[in-house]
């Protein structure tokens, strides 16, 4: 049964601050990994897709890799601000179209 | 283009009520699904369906009804509700078949539903 795992749960860093989130999965025949925002009381915001076949996507000030022969993706977040302060979610995508979340990580961006 | 819409944005019902959650796209999507989310239970399948006519159940379909006449509305049933039922309700959607290449997810804002 595939399972999602995120880490940290929850982080805080000062403005500026590079950062790098993980998220990991125990089955590594998934079709794509979807990277979510949701902020608080709100939706899901896609943010990045990445396909099996590739190995990073980038959008912005975000960067998201995927190596699924060691069952990994993270998410980079350069110079954060505090309107990244957000729950981000690690979702992959199955065959069947299902996606497959982790519990998220919490982040707070400090001014 | 509205993306995934979702009515009501808040309910409550008391226990054996039944309603409809509404859940709508207009991007042509044949993939559409329902999930809810719980603190500390993450988001979790309820139905999915491949296209219009065809729906299945996902982790957590006891309660709940679905149906797919057309390929924009995805309606979500809650035939009795139960104070369990109480929790975040989100539609998505995404190509699927030949486009699945590249199926992206999409969420609509969700229905925030109360069962007392």
């Known amino acids: 049964k595939q399972e999602v795992t995120q880490i940290p749960a929850a982080l805080s860093v000062p403005e500026g601050e590079n950062l790098v989130l993980n998220c990991s999965f125990t089955?590594?025949?998934?079709?794509?990994l979807q990277w979510f925002r949701q902020d608080p009381g709100k939706g899901l915001t896609s943010l990045l897709l990445?396909?099996?076949?590739?190995r990073e996507q980038t959008s912005g000030r975000l960067n998201a890799s995927l190596d699924k022969s060691s069952g990994r993706s993270t998410l980079y977040i350069a110079a954060s601000q505090p309107g990244d302060s957000a729950t981000y979610l690690c979702?992959?995508?199955?065959?069947?179209?299902?996606?497959?979340f982790g519990s998220g990580t919490r982040l707070l961006v400090r001014p | 283009n509205a993306g995934v819409t979702q009515t009501p944005k808040f309910q409550v019902l008391k226990t054996g009520q039944s309603m409809t959650l509404q859940c709508a796209q207009d991007?042509?999507?044949?993939?559409m699904s329902w999930y809810r989310q719980d603190p500390g239970m993450g988001l979790r399948l309820i139905h999915y369906?491949?296209?219009?006519?065809?729906?299945d159940q996902g982790e957590v379909p006891n309660g709940y009804n679905v149906s797919r006449s057309t390929t924009e509305d995805f309606p979500l049933r809650l035939l009795s509700a139960a104070p369990s039922q109480t929790s975040v309700y989100f539609c998505?959607?995404?190509?699927?078949?030949?486009?699945?290449?590249?199926?992206?997810?999409?969420f609509g804002p969700g229905t925030r539903l109360t069962v007392l």
């Open positions: 998505a959607s995404s190509y699927s078949g030949q486009r699945s290449s590249y199926n992206e997810q999409f």
């Open positions: 991007m042509n999507h044949e993939y």
């Open positions: 990445i396909q099996s076949s590739q």
């Open positions: 369906s491949v296209g219009a006519g065809i729906t």
């Open positions: 089955d590594s025949a998934i079709y794509n």
């Open positions: 979702a992959v995508i199955l065959r069947s179209y299902k996606l497959i």
